[in-house]
């Protein structure tokens, strides 16, 4: 071996730590391209563009809603909500656009269009001030895509606080506990 030649890790570390660094090594690889992928399919917003992001790809926020957008709209909760550290706001049908949603919160007022997911939750958005409002069945939320965080949390009514409080009576299963039960039990 020349004498500036570095040696090769794998003979220079014990059996042990050279599988430890292939192990660790391994699983950075993995996350650098989980983290690519997501960044590729991350909208403009997320990656540093000052664009604010579409409603859906290639969709004007002005578009007639699909009919699955009018129904998602039939299932949004109108009236008013307290959320946590003492906020509340105020969510109402727009009656200018059918399917649309006002939601005043402090100063703040924001003209809201249903959004289709694949995750049950019913999402709506203010693409022109980068508002996403995301109503779940114990609890919806506000979040800001320019500053990208949440501007009110936990914010319900009286039927999702039933729901949070019967989740809490009633929790899910363990899915840990599920997946590694044998298969026929």
């Not at 009656?95 to 100063?107: E, I, K, Y």
Request: glycine share 8%; charged share 15%; with cysteine.
């Amino acid at each position: 071996m020349h004498k500036n030649a570095v040696p090769s890790p794998s003979r220079a570390l014990p059996s042990r730590t050279r599988n430890r660094l292939v192990s660790w090594s391994s699983a950075l690889l993995g996350l650098g391209l989980v983290a690519s992928a997501l960044a590729t399919s991350l909208p403009a917003q997320a990656q540093g563009s000052r664009s604010v992001p579409t409603v859906q790809a290639g969709t004007p926020a002005d578009t007639p809603l699909s009919e699955r957008e009018l129904a998602t709209a039939a299932l949004v909760h109108v009236g008013s909500k307290t959320c946590s550290h003492g906020r509340s706001v105020r969510i109402e049908a727009a009656p200018q656009a059918a399917g649309h949603f006002v939601l005043q919160s402090g100063g703040q007022r924001y003209l809201l269009r249903p959004v289709e997911t694949s995750t049950g939750a019913i999402r709506l958005e203010d693409r022109a001030q980068g508002a996403v409002w995301i109503q779940l069945a114990n609890k919806s939320m506000l979040l800001g895509q320019r500053p990208n965080r949440r501007l009110l949390d936990d914010c319900s009514n009286a039927l999702q606080q039933a729901v949070a409080a019967a989740m809490l009576r009633n929790p899910g299963p363990d899915l840990l506990g599920i997946a590694q039960r044998p298969a026929g039990q």
